[in-house]
C-alpha cells in the first residue's frame, strides 16, 4: 500500500544547531503539505506545495525555517538555528492535487530540542 | 478566518459505551469535513468524511453528520473498543488549505 515516508522517525539536535527532515510523498501526488504539530494541539500548516512550487508558507517562520522540492516529489525541511519551541511533530502529507478531498499523512518527525 | 472548535478532552469511557465528541466549525462558504484519528505513534489516518450539508460520513462503525445549520460536525459510535483509543481531529477543507482543531484524546477502558 503506497504511504507517504518520512525521515527521520526521531531526532534530538541543540539549539542553535541546524535540523533537517525528509519526505517522500506518494507517488503521482503533486501537493505536499509540511505540518507542526505541538504536543496536546491539532496540525498547524507550516508550507504547501504544488509541484515544485510554494503555494502557501504563510505560517513558515522565514528566519530559520526554509522548505524546497527541487524536482516536485520529495521534500525537505529545514530549520536553521534550532531554538527550544521547535520542539515538536513534524508531519508531511500528500494528496493527488489542490482542494483534494483526501490528504495522507506519513508518520511525522518527532524533533526535541535541547 | 476559518477554524474548527473540538471539545475539550480528555475522554475516558467504558468498553461498549457510546461516544460523541463534538466538533463545531467557522468558515466561509461550504467547507468539506473530516475527521482524523492518530494513533499512539503514528501519523493522522482520515476516519472518515463529508463534502456538502447533510451528507453521513461513516467508518468502522464511527459516524458523523454536516449539519450547516448548526455548523457543526459531530463524531459518534455506538459501541467503542478498547482500541477505539487514540487522539481525533476534526478537520476542515475550503479552498486548498486543510484546517484542524486541537484534538480530543479518547481513552477506552476494558
Known amino acids: 500500500e503506497a504511504e507517504v515516508a518520512q525521515s527521520p522517525r526521531y531526532k534530538i539536535t541543540e539549539k542553535s544547531q541546524a535540523v533537517a527532515f525528509w519526505c517522500d510523498p506518494i507517488s503521482g501526488h503533486a501537493t505536499l503539505y509540511w505540518y507542526r504539530q505541538i504536543l496536546g494541539q491539532g496540525p498547524e500548516l507550516l508550507v504547501q506545495?504544488?509541484?515544485?512550487?510554494?503555494?502557501?508558507d504563510s505560517q513558515l517562520p522565514k528566519d530559520r525555517f526554509s522548505a524546497e522540492r527541487l524536482k516536485g516529489v520529495d521534500s525537505t525541511l529545514k530549520i536553521q538555528p534550532a531554538e527550544l519551541g521547535d520542539s515538536a511533530m513534524y508531519l508531511c502529507a500528500s494528496s493527488l492535487r489542490q482542494g483534494n478531498t483526501e490528504a495522507f499523512f506519513g508518520q511525522g518527525t518527532r524533533l526535541t530540542v535541547v | 478566518g476559518n477554524s474548527v472548535t473540538q471539545m475539550e478532552g480528555p475522554v475516558t469511557l467504558s468498553e461498549e459505551a457510546f461516544l460523541t465528541i463534538n466538533c463545531t466549525y467557522t468558515?466561509?462558504?461550504?467547507?468539506?469535513l473530516f475527521w482524523y484519528v492518530q494513533y499512539p505513534g503514528e501519523g493522522l489516518q482520515l476516519l472518515l468524511k463529508?463534502?456538502?450539508?447533510?451528507d453521513k460520513g461513516s467508518n468502522k462503525g464511527f459516524e458523523a453528520t454536516y449539519r450547516k445549520e448548526t455548523t457543526s460536525f459531530h463524531l459518534e459510535k455506538g459501541s467503542v473498543q478498547v482500541s477505539d483509543s487514540a487522539v481525533y481531529f476534526c478537520a476542515l477543507l475550503r479552498g486548498e488549505k486543510l484546517v484542524f482543531g486541537q484534538g480530543t484524546r479518547l481513552t477506552i477502558n476494558p
Open positions: 463529508a463534502t456538502k450539508a447533510d
Open positions: 506545495f504544488q509541484d515544485e512550487s510554494v503555494v502557501d
Open positions: 468558515a466561509t462558504g461550504y467547507p468539506s
